[in-house]
């Protein structure tokens, strides 16, 4: 029998090597599986999401994937990875939200991925910072007009008392005036179908539609309300100078791109974009002003000193009002640091290392604002409400504090939140200058069960509020 010559077992010896350092470059993150095909972790993930992830770092460490519903979850916890997820190429944003935006709102993938970036650079520049002093006027007349259905006092829920002032001012503004009913039973409907709607809204991408069948009444209710209403959008102008409103100038350009028939999808998608979040920061923002008394006290004191003690009179709010009560907005700002969205993310195209692992393409990059604005060497005392934090960041320059990702980040960051901050602001003063308010329950712990978007209330909290003299 001839012996295997030396060269020849050199040679396996470096190729089995190299085969061994290529695995372990290949080497993916810790993944967590779960049990049941297909489903994976999915039963321990959706129980309560946010705790699932913070149990994984600390058990597994700063990467980790989690397998639900067929889709393969990398969470970046720590500084390398997120500077992947915020910087790399090879990470992207319409490929990760496409899927979702198709089941949602019924946008199929081409196109989606033909209009985004015209469209998103146009909603950026016409409710972005440079344009806002347009929209002061407006959202506070339409606020002043719904404040005067809450009459000289009363007490309600929070939440409730926020949607029933933020819905039609929001609507009105955005989409056309008097687009939002005035008919107490439509009124009451409109309400309806949202909360189905939004409830839903996360759990589409993994349940198939048949088997959500509140949540697909409530979009079908939308989608025909769209497919009436478009054609009067429109037409409709501004009684005052004639200019467009956001969706009117979203329409415009689906239309000249030739994707008319999707107009209502659209219609369906800015209206869930431009409500779902704004609502719960400002009854959260009412909450925490409401029950730290010293910062409600300076507030109180700050708005009478802008625009006087008489809560009867109607107002106006300017830019330079604004500019005067920086502690409103630090308060919204720190709300959202601590009810923030508990994800954002993106989708891998080509393999990624992180730390000593590698992410495959194909996965979604996951990064928890929620999760981040904890981090103590970000943000010093991460669980207590302190609105002074935000005296350092550069507002002015719309820079926010390090760390800060409640509006997401990078080339898509959210669009609307400049004008969120102003309408937030503006419910506040116009809130709090009318009326003496008190909280008449603690205000309520956050849902464990949302992931998407900011954090909701678990339960009820009431507001009592009487006309100052
Ligand atoms: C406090 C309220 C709000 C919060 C916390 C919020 C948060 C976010 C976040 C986290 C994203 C994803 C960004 C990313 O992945 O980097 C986003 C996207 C978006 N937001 Fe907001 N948002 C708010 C209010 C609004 C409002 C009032 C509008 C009004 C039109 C709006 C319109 C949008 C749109 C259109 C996108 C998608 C952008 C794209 O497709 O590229 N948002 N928002």
Redesign the pocket.
């Known amino acids: 029998m001839e012996l295997i010559s030396p060269t020849v077992i050199i040679i396996l010896g470096i190729l089995a090597l190299l085969l061994f350092l290529q695995r372990k470059n290949l080497r993916g993150p810790p993944f967590i599986r779960g049990w049941i095909p297909w489903i994976g972790a999915g039963f321990e993930f959706g129980k309560a999401p946010l705790e699932f992830i913070e149990k994984a770092r600390i058990k597994y460490g700063p990467i980790f994937t989690v397998f639900v519903m067929g889709t393969r979850m990398t969470f970046v916890t720590e500084e390398e990875g997120i500077n992947v997820f915020l910087k790399s190429k090879e990470v992207n944003?319409?490929l990760?939200?496409q899927n979702p935006?198709y089941c949602t709102a019924s946008i199929p993938k081409n196109t989606f991925l033909a209009l985004?970036?015209k469209?998103?650079v146009m909603?950026k520049g016409k409710?972005g910072s440079v344009n806002l002093y347009q929209l002061t006027g407006p959202v506070t007349e339409e606020l002043y007009e719904q404040l005067e259905n809450l009459g000289t006092h009363g007490t309600m829920e929070l939440n409730s008392l926020v949607r029933q002032l933020l819905f039609p001012v929001?609507v009105n503004t955005?989409f056309q005036k008097g687009f939002f009913p005035t008919n107490e039973r439509k009124i009451r409907e409109f309400h309806q179908h949202f909360q189905a709607y939004d409830e839903g809204f996360e759990h589409r991408s993994h349940i198939p539609e048949c088997l959500l069948r509140h949540w697909s009444k409530s979009k079908k209710w939308f989608l025909a309300l769209f497919e009436k209403n478009i054609p009067y959008i429109k037409t409709y102008r501004s009684a005052k100078d004639n200019s467009n409103t956001?969706i009117q100038t979203v329409l415009d350009i689906i239309e000249m791109e030739g994707y008319e028939e999707r107009s209502p999808n659209y219609g369906l998608?800015?209206l869930w974009?431009?409500?779902?979040?704004?609502v719960?920061?400002t009854f959260w923002t009412l909450g925490f002003v409401l029950s730290h008394p010293s910062v409600h006290r300076t507030i109180v004191e700050d708005i009478s000193s802008v625009f006087g003690t008489a809560g009867k009179d109607k107002m106006k709010v300017s830019e330079d009002d604004l500019k005067k009560l920086p502690l409103i907005k630090w308060c919204?700002l720190e709300t959202?640091r601590l009810r923030?969205?508990g994800i954002?993310?993106?989708k891998v195209m080509k393999p990624i290392k992180i730390l000593n692992y590698t992410v495959p393409s194909g996965d979604l990059l996951m990064l928890s604002?929620f999760w981040l604005h904890r981090n103590p060497k970000l943000f010093p005392e991460p669980e207590v409400f302190k609105p002074e934090r935000w005296e350092k960041a550069n507002l002015e320059k719309h820079a926010f504090l390090d760390g800060f990702?409640?509006?997401?980040?990078?080339?898509?960051?959210?669009?609307?939140?400049w004008?969120?901050?102003l309408?937030?602001q503006i419910c506040i003063i116009l809130i709090l200058y009318k009326y003496d308010c008190s909280l008449l329950d603690p205000l309520p712990k956050q849902s464990p069960l949302h992931l998407l978007?900011?954090q909701q209330p678990e339960g009820q909290c009431r507001i009592e509020f009487k006309q100052r003299k």
Do not use: D, W
């Not at 974009?273 to 704004?278: E, K, T």
């Open positions: 944003f319409e990760a939200v935006i985004h970036e469209l998103y909603i409710i929001t955005l956001l998608l800015l974009a431009s409500l779902s979040n704004v719960p920061v919204i959202l923030a969205p954002i993310t993106r604002p990702m409640a509006f997401g980040s990078g080339k898509f960051q959210c669009p609307g939140r004008f969120a901050l309408e937030i978007g900011v």
